[in-house]
């Protein structure tokens, strides 16, 4: 049986960004745009009309905005997922990092280019791409529930007293994450006691004003301090540091002290701030004694990371198939062999903290 469309509703109140967005649509394969709404109101209508699967929904519109949309569609748990569409300001960077953390599937940026040609292969490659992997997600967990139906997936977690603890105990916790990271780093990060004996950094891939936004949110509902990392910025126990935006982060030694540093190295895997970037930084920097920690996300960043983590002695968590909006990041590190334990996104915080205790009195 072939996989069914996309059904997408287009939800803007600029009636000619609407129409960019359906012509950009209707050239992407497996994509059924089924309507379009001029603000927050009409969305709620059309959604109870149209039953669609996915809203392209913007950050910023009069009345009921996205963010709003979004926080209804949760209340009455309704079925789509939305992509916001948001401008490249701090309000707009904020808007949409509450969204993310609402549980919106993705977001892209819209295109300042003057040029409508530029501007319209710029959308038709952010949408392509975001919802390929919505696309790829859903008929994963389609295939996922057939097989269920018929055998229970077997547990891939290993007894906790089976995970590496590295020579002189875990230094530093390590997370990368992508695709449905912000709502799962909102999973995992307020688990975390204030009193966690280790330093926290985090790379999620977005712009620099999403990263700011992301930590200042997050930072509101974890008792760990949550900061977006500056560079020369000390490395301590009780702090996440989430790597900014458009940086590579990398740890250094400044005489006792642990540091920041910030560079314009290249991206790897298309990606600035990587996930392989920092692991290999830190893995190196604290000799292995640290936990690596790969959750949902596009692509493979991280999973060398994970692998020099291993190789340097360190311990690796990776985020199970079920909870991931994407499962390409764990499911790279897990194909490989490189995850100690494959862990529910709700025991990912538990698990920690259980980690860095055992590590503490070992």
């Keep these: 049986m072939p996989d069914e469309p996309t059904r997408i509703l287009i939800v803007d109140d600029s009636a000619l960004y609407r129409q960019a967005i359906r012509n950009v649509l209707s050239e992407l394969p497996d994509v059924a745009v089924v309507g379009v709404a001029k603000d927050g109101l009409d969305a709620l209508d059309k959604i109870a009309a149209l039953d669609p699967d996915l809203l392209t929904l913007d950050v910023r519109m009069p009345g009921m905005d996205g963010?709003?949309?979004l926080r209804?569609?949760?209340q009455m748990r309704l079925r789509p997922k939305a992509i916001m569409v948001s401008s490249f300001t701090s309000t707009g960077a904020q808007v949409t990092t509450d969204a993310l953390l609402e549980g919106a599937f993705d977001f892209i940026l819209k295109p300042t280019s003057r040029d409508s040609g530029d501007t319209r292969q710029r959308l038709r490659d952010a949408f392509a791409e975001k919802i390929a992997a919505f696309h790829d997600n859903v008929q994963r967990r389609k295939r996922r529930a057939l097989h269920s139906a018929c055998e229970p997936a077997?547990?891939?977690?290993q007894p906790f007293a089976e995970t590496p603890l590295g020579r002189t105990g875990c230094q530093a916790v390590l997370i990368g994450t992508s695709t449905g990271?912000?709502?799962?780093?909102?999973?995992?990060?307020?688990?975390l006691p204030a009193t966690v004996s280790a330093p926290v950094l985090v790379v999620q891939h977005m712009p620099a004003e999403f990263t700011r936004s992301l930590a200042k949110r997050l930072d509101e509902i974890c008792p760990l301090r949550v900061v977006e990392a500056e560079d020369g910025m000390a490395v301590n126990?009780?702090?996440v540091l989430v790597a900014p935006g458009g940086k590579q982060l990398q740890l250094q030694r400044k005489e006792s002290q642990v540091v920041v540093r910030l560079t314009?190295?290249?991206p790897e895997n298309g990606c600035r701030p990587?996930?392989?970037y920092?692991?290999?930084s830190a893995a190196a920097l604290f000799e292995g004694n640290v936990l690596g920690i790969i959750m949902t996300g596009m692509g493979k960043d991280g999973m060398q990371g994970c692998r020099e983590v291993k190789r340097r002695g360190g311990c690796v968590f990776a985020q199970d198939e079920e909870g991931c909006a994407v499962y390409g990041m764990p499911k790279a590190a897990i194909e490989q062999g490189l995850a100690d334990r494959v862990l529910p996104l709700g025991k990912i915080g538990p698990a920690i903290v259980r980690h860095l205790k055992r590590s503490r009195h070992d």
């Design 264 to 266: 314009d190295d290249p």
């Design 237 to 239: 126990a009780g702090t």
């Design 72 to 74: 209804k569609i949760n």
């Design 181 to 191: 990271g912000p709502a799962a780093l909102k999973a995992v990060l307020p688990k």
């Design 278 to 280: 920092l692991f290999r």
């Design 154 to 157: 077997a547990s891939v977690d």
């Design 274 to 276: 990587s996930v392989d």
């Design 67 to 69: 963010i709003e949309v």
